[in-house]
Nanobody, 124 residues
């Protein structure tokens, strides 16, 4: 059993920043890639960012590149998503996920453990 708990969502104005956190409270964090995905109302879940175990490999969706930064603290079993210059179109439920063993891609099918999600709402 792996538990992922997200926090840090909220209601902000366009241009503001938020930092999401995701703690893996049980189960393994070591050697697994971690990812952030989001799902806006009426839309499919979409990739946002991912980070490999040793943090040397990060990937971002085109629409967040340059504004969002993913990082991880392996000593705390926690992954972060720093979101700057937020836009109304960033409004969504954000999910963190743990990659399957050996996986470090952007497809949600490659992630097998998911958090419950945290709501981010950006007003214009």
């Amino acid at each position: 059993q792996v538990d992922l708990v997200e926090s840090g969502g909220g209601l902000v104005q366009a241009g503001d920043s938020l930092r999401l956190s995701c703690k893996v409270s049980t189960g393994s964090f070591k050697n697994y890639a971690m990812g952030w995905f989001r799902q806006a109302p009426g839309k499919d879940r979409a990739f946002v960012a991912m980070i490999s175990w040793i943090s040397s490999n990060t990937r971002y969706a085109d629409d967040v590149k340059g504004r969002f930064t993913i990082s991880r603290d392996n000593s705390k079993n926690t992954v972060y998503l720093q979101m700057n210059s937020l836009k109304p179109e960033d409004t969504a439920v954000y999910y963190c996920a743990r990659g399957q063993s050996g996986y470090s891609g952007v497809s949600d099918r490659g992630y097998d453990r998911w958090g419950q999600g945290t709501q981010v709402t950006v007003s214009s």
